[in-house]
Structure formats: C-alpha cells, structure tokens
C-alpha cells in the first residue's frame, strides 16, 4: 500500500477525513486549516516530542478535539484494589478482575468483593510483570471457561504464558486449570510483556504481546523465530491454528499472525469482527493499528516518535514500503492500555466511539470513527487524575474502567440520573 506524502495534504477538503488536523501547523497553535474548508481545534496542542517528523496521509495524529457534551455518573464500585490490570463483565452483572500481585476476583455490582480466586498459577510479579489480562470463552454461560495472561516465572527468567481455567460456580476457586501458551524466548527481564486476549468471531483466541524492551531484544519484534513483538492466533487449547500465515515456514513459529509490535495492551474486535490494537511506542509514538493476517507493523525499523532519552530511534524511519501505517498515533503519547469499541444503547452519541484506557493521558480516551479513521478525540474523566488501565462495556451499555494505583479503584459509568 502507498501512502500519500504530506504536500497532499491540500485534498484532504475533499476527503472524509476534511475534519483532521494538520499537525504540522498544530503544534502548540490554537486552530488549523484543511484544504482551506475544514477548521478544527485538535484536541493535543503540545509541541510533539520528535520535532520535523510527518504523518503519512491527514489525519493520522492530532484528530480534532470532539466534546460529546455526555452527562455521565461515575460510581465507584470498589476500591482498595492492587494494581487491577483487567475488567471484564460476566454474565448477570458481576465482575472479574484482576490485580497485578497475582490474584483474580470476582466482584458483584453492588461493589462485594471477593476472595483471590484459588488455584491460580504463581506469577512473576516484578515490573510491568504479573497477572495481566482475562478474557471470557465464548462460550462461558455453558463451560465458565476464563483465560488469562500473566509474566510466568521460568528457570532463567520469565515471558508472557497464557492459562486457562473453569470458574466454579461460587466465583472462588479454578478447576481445571492448564497453562496452554507459553510465549518464547525465556528472557530475564521486567518490561514489555503485553498483553491483552480477545477471541475473534473465528473463535480463536488472539493474544497480544511486547518486545521486552531492552534493546537487545528488540529485534525479536521482526523475527518469525520468536514470540516476542507479536499478536499471536491460537486455537482455544492453545495450539495453533493450520491457516495462520507462517504455518510450514522454516523457522518461523506458527502462532504468530502479525510482527512488529512494540507493546500491546490493548485489543478490541469492531462490531464488524475486525481486530484492532492500541500499543505503546517510545516517546511519541503510540500507535492504532487495524491488524490484517500476515502483516508487519513495523517496530524497531518503521515508527513515529523519539527515544525517551530524546536521541532518534536507531535506523528508523516513519513510513517505508512493505509496513503497516497506524491508523493513528499520538506525540506525546497517551501510554494506552485496553479497549472497547462502543456498541450499546446507554450513550447514543458514543455509538461506534472508541475508547481506551489512557494511564499516562489519566484519562478514558474516546476516539470517533468514521469509515476505519479517527475523526475526533476526546479525554474524558480527565478532572480524575487516574491512570485508566482497562475500559470494558457492560450488558446495558454501561462502561467499567479500573485505574492503575496501589489502591486501584473499578469505576461504573452509566448515564447521568439513569439506574
Ligand atoms: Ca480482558
Ligand atoms: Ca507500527
């Protein structure tokens, strides 16, 4: 795929995109003009951390500030919480949640919270590391099968492994429990394990994953032989599926279903089941990524943004012929993690919006989409000061975030007045 350099710029007035800023006016200014139409205030008007970098095509960063002027209530459901990394709404109206120590609890909507959930493997708690996130089976009401992930302590050191247990009808104990992935290299570290897991309407489980970030593992991320700076496709036993697309390459491990991954901890499927991503980058280089079979999105070679010691990244470029473009990127970055595409009835005007826990942004992040583009952005619960962790919709409509602090807090968002 080609993308158009920035001198096109002039015809973004006729695209659907005419709302997008142009950045490389924006930077610190007030307003800015598209194809001498359009006019939007961007929402992000610091100077970008990596100065005289461009984007690919109108409206890849800065999108237009988007107030959707929603009268929300916030209720906090719980406190008291370590570190929760994951929310994900059961059937009936509780919660599962977990904390990064290495537990897992089931909390009720009027805010009951339970025991640590017995049986779950030992977690390597260090760092970023520790138990990360869960996810539901598809088919949950009938098997009350949970997957998770978590930094799994190995003889030499750790990696992100995924487990899989059955949640017994009290909510208290796994039975069953099997780790069914164990992600590769082995390393010894404590940064950039990822990770988020989402089943696909295939009803595979696709699994996101970081580099591990020192910088002798960051070519990982575009070598086939390892796991590391990957999205992996897995069957539901963990084994990988025949149709992926290294299947039968030499020296390239199956799973694997795209490259070039930084640190991901953040997926969603849209309502039409295509798979997104939201990662960390370095300085100013976060990414939304559309995730297609196969593909390379690029890091270490292809990314926007700086390092954080302000040096370039190492023989990178922005744009190059054979990598995935993000749909969107923010500099500064928002340090995003979990998401949801918006589909219920609760906030009509957020109706296809996406959201995102941002932790360095403190705030719920909220992009509009329009036509596989971000076209608005808004930060909300911003007056919080909280790092956001996870964003997750309930069967109403409702959203639930849990922010990451030693006393972590989930929160409920339902509309203003309503139940
Ligand atoms: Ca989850
Ligand atoms: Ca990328």
Not at 231 to 245: E, F, M, Q, T, V
């Amino acid at each position: 795929m080609i993308y158009q350099q920035y001198p096109l710029l002039l015809l973004a007035g006729i695209m659907a995109v005419a709302c997008a800023a142009d950045s490389s006016k924006a930077a610190g200014g007030r307003h800015s003009t598209v194809g001498g139409t359009a006019t939007c205030k961007p929402l992000e008007t610091r100077e970008p951390n990596a100065a005289n970098q461009q984007p690919a095509f109108p409206g890849q960063t800065r999108a237009c500030e988007d107030k959707s002027n929603v009268a929300f209530d916030v209720t906090v459901v719980a406190r008291g919480l370590e570190h929760p990394w994951s929310v994900e709404p059961l059937p009936g109206g509780d919660l599962l949640v977990t904390e990064r120590p290495g537990r897992m609890r089931v909390i009720s909507a009027a805010g009951d919270v339970g025991p640590p959930i017995a049986n779950l493997p030992k977690v390597e708690a260090r760092g970023q590391g520790g138990l990360l996130d869960a996810a539901l089976s598809p088919s949950f009401t009938s098997d009350r099968t949970i997957y998770w992930s978590f930094a799994e302590p190995r003889t030499g050191g750790n990696a992100t492994s995924v487990g899989k247990g059955v949640l017994s009808q009290d909510g208290k104990i796994l039975d069953q429990v099997k780790v069914i992935f164990h992600a590769m290299p082995t390393y010894d570290g404590d940064k950039h394990f990822g990770s988020r897991l989402a089943f696909g309407p295939d009803g595979k489980l696709y699994v996101t994953l970081g580099e591990r970030s020192d910088k002798q593992m960051r070519p990982q991320a575009q070598r086939l032989d390892s796991d590391m700076g990957k999205i992996l496709r897995l069957n539901p036993d963990g084994s990988a599926p025949d149709d992926n697309p290294f299947v039968g390459q030499p020296n390239a491990r199956p799973e694997i279903w795209t490259l070039g991954h930084r640190n991901v901890q953040a997926a969603a499927f849209d309502p039409q089941g295509q798979l997104w991503e939201v990662e960390h980058g370095t300085n100013g280089g976060d990414e939304l990524n559309r995730i297609e079979k196969g593909k390379n999105y690029g890091w270490p070679l292809v990314a926007y943004g700086e390092e954080y010691s302000g040096a370039s990244i190492p023989g990178a470029v922005t744009a190059k012929e054979g990598y995935q473009q993000p749909v969107y990127y923010w500099d500064p970055v928002i340090a995003p993690a979990g998401m949801q595409f918006y589909t219920g009835n609760a906030f009509p005007a957020w109706k296809g919006s996406l959201f995102i826990g941002g932790m360095g942004a403190t705030s719920l992040v909220r992009l509009r989409m329009e036509n596989g583009r971000v076209t608005g952005e808004e930060h909300l619960l911003k007056e919080r000061g909280k790092r956001i962790r996870d964003v997750r919709q309930g069967a109403r409509g409702e959203l639930y975030v849990v922010t990451d602090e030693d006393n972590g807090q989930l929160w409920r968002i339902t509309p203003k007045g309503g139940k």
